[in-house]
């Protein structure tokens, strides 16, 4: 059985949209987050939701990406717009059991990953 699967992933050209969804069996989860992972790079983390609804988005992508929820559904979005070609990678949905994840540090600590990610292509 599927726990997690992520989709929406794609090619596209510099400047253009993805809308990534992330859906989610039975498994719980209070926060939720995107990652992506380069070839050739460590994963990192891109966008947070916590339980509260409060959310985090890294220096790189802010103004560009927007994180959401679907809590009735089971299901996490990341809407993309502006993507430029060093947004390429891997994405993954991360879970965690928080309800609200310590900023400081590691913070990807507290995460799990589950599906095989959706991969993202953006040619300049």
């Known amino acids: 059985q599927v726990q997690v699967e992520e989709s929406g992933g794609g090619s596209v050209q510099a400047g253009g949209s993805l809308r990534l969804s992330c859906a989610r069996a039975?498994?719980?989860?209070?926060?939720m987050a995107w990652f992506r992972q380069a070839p050739g790079k460590d994963r990192e983390g891109v966008a947070r939701i916590d339980g509260d609804d409060a959310s985090w988005y890294a220096d790189s992508v802010k103004g560009r990406f927007t994180i959401s929820k679907d809590s009735t559904e089971n299901i996490l979005y990341l809407r993309m717009d502006s993507l430029k070609p060093e947004d390429t990678g891997m994405y993954y949905c991360?879970?965690?059991?928080?309800?609200?994840?310590?900023?400081?540090?590691?913070?990807?600590?507290?995460?799990?990953?589950w599906g095989q990610g959706t991969q993202v292509t953006v040619s300049s």
């Open positions: 991360g879970l965690s059991a928080l309800w609200k994840v310590p900023t400081g540090g590691d913070w990807s600590q507290y995460f799990s990953f």
């Open positions: 039975s498994l719980v989860a209070n926060s």
